[in-house]
């Protein structure tokens, strides 16, 4: 008999082959031209626009908007990519709720925003499907950039300099480009290879030499690049996870979430990726959303989330708690991680109920056993392998508000250094400001 | 409910909304469809003299520009006449009349500009049994050429010569329809009510150009790579069109003469506003070119309920009702002050009146760093363009200063008296008080 939900244990192939396609299609489907019209018409084209200041990379939004009304999505498109060059991704993964729709007044006028991110799509889409790449690089200035971390902070930086002139080497410790455009954003939410496809053109400025499955620490000192380029720029992202203290953590079925999810965006068949009955997933951010809808979409039976804090303390999103739940995850609040169950594999997991007590957070006592044949940990990203002599703050690369470290012609930006959200936008937005910082310094007007 | 029976110049219907001359009028079966609509009466699509008919391009003859949304706001039409024989036309319009007799059935006009021409073809149409005849003096393509439309309306003479042919050809009412493609919209008025006419009717379309094809680099619509100028109509002429029955309404050589408005008439609410300034009843034509024949429901819905709400018993107490209010701007009283107040519980702080204010010459608007609007009443001129430009209705309203308030911008003290430009110390040529 086939796999199905109810099979007990890690098994794969739980759904019918042709369901997997239509599972993980677009959360948020491409808008075709009379759609795109009909959402721009509402647009105000606002004084100082609110959503404009909202957004990390400050896209000028009414003005995007209005070339899509006047039939050039093309420029419109040039609108964003000015501002943020992987608008493509942004436009995809940005959690627009709590940034440009937010404040959109439309918002506020009758509760629906403006779709903006997905008429960001629909005009980066437009010009990225045409295969041209929209920008030239200016004369070779003969300066030289490391960038260490082909995530979107990287790529945001390598574009910039290679387009001022500059000549960039950039460095990853994968072989594959993207960071976690490309290991770790939702599967729904970057279909189709796009992470690929959108470092392919971005790098079709020129002027990029990339060092795939190079890794900082190893062979690569930051000394060596020091003295071998005349700028460097880190943007390692959070490679480490945070370990979670908990009895049966060893037990088979025990899994980092982000590992699980970079192996499922890897997948060229999620047929073959085994997933269990009852999942449990640990934490509540958009990391642990991502990780229960996906194990969902494969057909675990129950997926429960458990995080140890209240609704409104969650990380995740209002709209991404909706997203999971209307997936058919079921999310447990206040309630602390005991013991993974267990011999040999997991069986379930056992929490204690939590409460708020004048601000730190206190079990109550009161037990819950949750069955789970799959336990993924998603409880935060960490810095790793930063290199000695740079300033750690709050477990990040301290860094000034131009991105530039303690050391000389260091510069870090993106997860992986302090200040800004840990989002995709943001990475661009500082990837993008330490390159003009770069540029400024080295042609001496900084 | 109000009753909105109408009687315009001895015509009677049920309602006071009748199809224009157009497309929706063209043939029994759209005349038919549109009286079970309920529309009280149609100006059947203008008939032409007996022979062979016109043709029409066989390529797209409309053209359009449109608002948010794709809301169509003008349309622009290269269309003839009918372009059906006489003889079928005026055996339809018998067949209709018959089965409608409480409806109007109007027959619209247009032969060329000979005495026999208008005297022979008028009691032929008589014999259908229509209520009275609208001379189509308007239509400003094709038909101008060819001496007719738009080419007489232009000339006061001959609309007082054949209007004054018809009126011996015929008892029944003569309606003329006026073309706005003229300068001064009195003078064919006036010439109109010379010649005898029993009412006018206005406005036709309006020269335009609605677009031009920027590959093919030809005016829209495009007839194998050529375009010509075409008559433009709906919401968007709607302003020019009141304008000219509000001038031929107060005006002492016109005043009384019975007016049909047309142009742009959309929803109950355009309707009261012809109404209110003049005219006796409305006709409609791209709205249902739009909308279909359905739109008539919630006119006569909406214009009954406005009846009742204003204790109005009948269409001919609106009629008119805003005439004395329409005046010339040197009689405006300079003396009223008001100031724009924007209601900050509405106010979504999209800053568009700021962005207006701002780039326009005034400056009267604040704006905070968390984005709070603000109008500064020693700036404000109460021009208006904020609260025509805020999204939100009602948001932005203009308050009015009572006499013996400080008017912050100009220093001055609100005068309780009515006072004018034409008294105005300004003003040149002032005469001094009486
Ligand atoms: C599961 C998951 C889902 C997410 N979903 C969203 C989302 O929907 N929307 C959103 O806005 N944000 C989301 N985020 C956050 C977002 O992905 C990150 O904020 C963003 O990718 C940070 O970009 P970055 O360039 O700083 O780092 P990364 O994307 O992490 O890229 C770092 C790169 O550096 C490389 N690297 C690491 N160490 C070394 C080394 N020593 N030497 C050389 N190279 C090295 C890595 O291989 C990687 O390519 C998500 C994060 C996770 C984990
Ligand atoms: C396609 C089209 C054809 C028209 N044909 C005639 C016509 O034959 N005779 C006429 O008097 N007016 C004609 N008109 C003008 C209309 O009767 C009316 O005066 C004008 O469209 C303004 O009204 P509206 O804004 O409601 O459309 C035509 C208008 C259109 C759009
Ligand atoms: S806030 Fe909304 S309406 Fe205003 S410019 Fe931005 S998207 Fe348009
Ligand atoms: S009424 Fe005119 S001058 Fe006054 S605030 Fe509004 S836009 Fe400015
Ligand atoms: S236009 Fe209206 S809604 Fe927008 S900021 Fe001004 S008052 Fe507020």
């Given at each position: 008999m086939p796999n199905n939900e109810r099979t007990s244990g890690l098994v794969s192939a739980r759904l019918p082959q042709s369901d997997y396609a239509e599972r993980f299609t677009d959360l948020h489907p491409q808008l075709d031209d009379h759609e795109a019209q009909v959402a721009a018409d509402r647009c105000y084209f606002c004084h100082d626009a609110p959503c404009m200041t909202a957004c990390p990379t400050s896209i000028d939004i009414p003005l995007f908007i209005r070339q899509i009304v006047t039939g050039t999505p093309a420029a419109a498109a040039k609108t964003i990519f000015d501002q943020n060059i992987l608008g493509g991704m942004c436009a995809r993964v940005c959690p627009t709720e709590t940034l440009c729709e937010e404040v959109c007044v439309r918002e506020i006028a009758e509760g629906k925003p403006v779709e903006i991110g997905r008429l960001q799509r629909f005009a980066t889409d437009t010009l990225m499907s045409k295969q041209v790449h929209p920008y030239k690089r200016a004369a070779t200035t003969g300066k030289t950039i490391a960038v260490v971390g082909a995530g979107p902070s990287g790529l945001a930086a390598a574009h910039r300099l290679?387009?001022?002139?500059?000549?960039?080497?950039?460095?990853?410790?994968?072989?594959?480009?993207?960071?976690?455009?490309?290991f770790g954003i939702a599967s729904y939410k970057s279909t189709e290879d796009f992470a690929q496809k959108e470092v392919d053109w971005l790098l079709a400025i020129g002027g990029i030499t990339v060092e795939a499955g190079k890794a900082l620490g190893d062979t690569l000192t930051l000394d060596s690049l020091q003295s071998d380029f005349d700028a460097v720029f880190l943007s390692i992202g959070l490679a480490g996870v945070n370990a979670l203290r908990a009895d049966g953590m060893d037990l088979d079925g025990v899994e980092d979430a982000v590992e699980f999810i970079a192996r499922l965006r890897q997948s060229t068949d999620l047929s073959t990726l085994p997933v269990?009955?009852?999942?449990?997933?640990?934490?509540?951010?958009?990391?642990?959303?991502?990780?229960?809808?996906?194990?969902?979409?494969?057909?675990?039976?129950?997926?429960?989330?458990?995080?140890?804090?209240?609704?409104?303390?969650?990380?995740?999103?209002?709209?991404?708690?909706?997203?999971?739940?209307?997936?058919?995850?079921?999310?447990?609040?206040?309630?602390?991680?005991?013991?993974?169950?267990?011999?040999?594999?997991?069986?379930?997991?056992?929490?204690?109920?939590?409460?708020?007590?004048?601000?730190?957070?206190?079990?109550?006592?009161?037990?819950?056993?949750?069955?789970?044949?799959?336990v993924l940990v998603a409880i935060g990203q960490k810095l790793v392998g930063a290199p000695q002599g740079l300033t750690i703050e709050g477990g990040k690369i301290a860094v000034d508000v131009f991105g530039k470290t303690t050391m000389q012609n260091v510069w870090a930006g993106g997860d992986c250094a302090s200040g800004g959200d840990d989002l995709t936008v943001t990475a661009v937005a500082e990837g993008r400001d330490a390159a003009m910082d770069i540029h400024a310094v080295l042609m001496g007007e900084g | 409910m109000a009753d909105l029976t109408s009687e315009f110049c001895g015509i009677k219907s049920p309602n006071p909304f009748w199809l224009a001359s157009a497309p929706p009028t063209d043939k029994e079966y759209n005349v038919r469809r549109a009286f079970e609509a309920g529309w009280g009466g149609v100006v059947w699509k203008t008939l032409g003299e007996e022979g062979l008919p016109v043709v029409n391009v066989n390529g797209p003859r409309y053209g359009a520009i449109y608002g948010a949304d794709r809301r169509l706001l003008g349309l622009n039409n290269i269309e003839l006449i009918t372009d059906r024989p006489l003889e079928v036309n005026l055996a339809e319009m018998t067949r209709v009349k018959k089965d409608y007799p409480d409806r109007a059935l109007i027959a619209s006009v247009m032969v060329p500009c000979d005495e026999k021409?208008?005297?022979?073809?008028?009691?032929?149409?008589?014999?259908?049994?229509?209520?009275?005849?609208?001379?189509?003096?308007?239509?400003?393509?094709g038909m101008a050429e060819r001496g007719m439309g738009s080419a007489v309306g232009q000339v006061p003479e001959y609309i007082e010569m054949v209007t004054r042919w018809c009126k011996e050809a015929t008892g029944l009412p003569i309606i003329v329809k006026l073309t706005p493609n003229i300068s001064n919209i009195l003078?064919?008025?006036?010439?109109?009510?010379?010649?005898?006419?029993?009412?006018?009717?206005?406005?036709?379309?309006?020269?335009?150009?609605?677009?031009?094809?920027?590959?093919?680099?030809?005016?829209?619509?495009?007839?194998?790579?050529?375009?010509t100028h075409g008559g433009y109509c709906g919401p968007a002429v709607k302003p020019i069109a009141m304008n000219m029955v509000a001038e031929i309404a107060r005006n002492p050589e016109t005043h009384g003469l019975p007016i049909s408005g047309i142009g742009g008439v959309t929803t109950w609410r355009d309707a009261a506003e012809f109404l209110a300034l003049g005219a006796g009843n409305v006709q409609v034509c791209t709205a249902v070119m739009t909308y279909g024949f359905k739109i008539v429901e919630e006119m006569i819905s909406g214009l009954s309920e406005y009846l009742d709400e204003k204790g109005m018993t009948s269409v001919a107490e609106l009629s008119g009702k805003a005439v004395p209010n329409v005046t010339d701007w040197q009689y405006l009283n300079l003396n009223h002050v008001t100031k724009a107040v924007i209601d900050q519980d509405e106010c979504i702080s999209?800053?568009?009146?700021?962005?207006?204010?701002?780039?326009?010459?005034?400056?009267?608007?604040?704006?905070?760093?968390?984005?709070?609007?603000?109008v500064m009443d020693d700036e404000c001129v109460a021009c208006n363009l904020c609260v025509n430009v805020c999204p939100i209705e009602g948001c932005i309203t203009m308050k009015t200063l009572e006499p013996g308030d400080l008017d912050e911008r100009t220093g001055k003290i609100v005068s309780k008296d009515y006072g004018n430009w034409t008294k105005h110390p300004n003003n040149p040529s002032a005469t001094a008080a009486e």
């Open positions: 290679a387009m001022l002139g500059h000549d960039v080497t950039l460095f990853d410790a994968r072989e594959k480009l993207g960071g976690l455009n490309e269990g009955r009852n999942v449990v997933v640990i934490g509540g951010g958009m990391t642990a959303v991502d990780a229960a809808v996906q194990a969902k979409l494969l057909g675990a039976q129950t997926v429960t989330m458990a995080y140890r804090r209240g609704k409104d303390r969650m990380g995740a999103s209002v709209y991404e708690q909706d997203l999971a739940t209307s997936k058919g995850v079921s999310i447990v609040y206040n309630a602390q991680p005991v013991a993974v169950l267990g011999g040999g594999a997991c069986r379930a997991m056992t929490f204690e109920y939590t409460a708020e007590i004048d601000g730190t957070l206190q079990g109550t006592g009161e037990m819950v056993e949750i069955a789970a044949d799959q | 021409s208008w005297k022979d073809i008028l009691p032929r149409i008589a014999e259908t049994g229509c209520d009275g005849f609208e001379l189509n003096f308007g239509c400003p393509h003078l064919p008025a006036e010439a109109a009510k010379r010649g005898g006419a029993d009412a006018v009717s206005l406005i036709n379309t309006i020269n335009s150009i609605s677009s031009v094809n920027l590959d093919s680099f030809c005016p829209e619509p495009m007839i194998d790579g050529k375009g999209c800053g568009r009146c700021y962005a207006a204010c701002e780039d326009t010459s005034h400056q009267a608007i604040s704006m905070t760093s968390d984005r709070v609007f603000e």
